[in-house]
């Protein structure tokens, strides 16, 4: 069942790489005191996520961030080595925290695993945003077509903040 406004995000351990190396991310965990807006895209790297998504966010953290948004979240079903690399040349460094969902563990949790086989992406997330409150949703936006950025993309997401 896909998550939606109201829902609790569920308690799902991911692996990133820290600076001491991998490190578990208990997601529920970490944004229970926090608001937050985590977004997904399809791919790290791929051209809409890479050009548009992404750096929606990165050039919107400083206005989202004066919302009063404690934190913004990229999730992608990506291993922990290729999200590190992607937020150090895109410059989402203290802006965009890259969060990797290397198994689609959060992804499946939350209903928003979409087939990408057809263009050798095998099992990805969906392209969506949610503004998370104290583990709350609060507001869900999912693109129809996954490789546009009309209501996840940041600007968007500001202007409904």
Known sequence: MTIKTGDKIPSVTLKRL????????????Y???????????????????????????????????????????????????????WGEVSGAAGKVTMMPDGNAAFTNAIGMEMDGSGAGLGVRSKRYSMVVERGIVTQVEIEENPGAVTVTGGDHCLAKL
Do not use: R, W
């Open 31 to 85: 944004i229970a005191k926090k608001k937050v807006i985590i977004f997904a895209v399809p791919g790290a790297f791929t051209p809409t996520c890479a050009q548009k998504h992404l750096p929606s966010y990165v050039s919107n953290a400083e206005q989202i961030k004066i919302k009063g948004i404690d934190e913004i979240i990229c999730v992608s079903v990506n291993d922990p080595f290729v999200m590190k690399h």
């Open 18 to 29: 820290g600076d001491n190396g991998m490190e578990d991310v208990d997601i529920a965990a």
